[in-house]
């Protein structure tokens, strides 16, 4: 399972507003920094993370690494969610070596292991397990 992750520059609630309204569909979950770390006040009002289905298709928005100049050139964020932590750490291993670390894994509330990485080719990658 591949899902697309949108990030903003704190303006991620405005954007979850609108593409409720363009299509449709309502945010199932919304996590604000405030409950996700209370001790960053950098973005207490944030979304840490939310799930919406646009058009049948789980998106993960949040605000964090947002497109701060608007510019054309962006940046896409693959997640990848794995069944269980073992099939991760397997694919896992084909990177780790020549990969450079965003997020080191770790439990979150919405997974069990996390972590976010850039591969040899630029590509940024978020593996995940299913909580």
Request: net charge negative; charged share 25%.
């Amino acid at each position: 399972m591949i899902i697309p992750h949108l990030h903003f520059c704190g303006d991620c609630e405005e954007a979850i507003t609108l593409y409720e309204k363009a299509f449709n569909t309502k945010a199932e979950t919304i996590i604000r920094n405030q409950d996700y770390a209370p001790e960053d006040s950098q973005n207490d009002n944030g979304i840490a993370h939310a799930v919406m289905y646009i058009h049948g298709q789980q998106v993960f928005l949040n605000d964090r690494f947002g497109n701060k100049e608007k510019s054309l050139d962006c940046a896409i964020h693959l997640i990848v969610m794995f069944k269980d932590v073992k099939e991760l750490l397997a694919c896992y291993e084909f990177f780790k070596d020549e990969c450079t670390i965003i997020d080191q894994f770790e439990e979150l509330p919405y997974s069990k292991l996390a972590g976010n990485f850039i591969d040899k080719f630029g590509v940024q990658w978020g593996f995940m397990t299913e909580n």
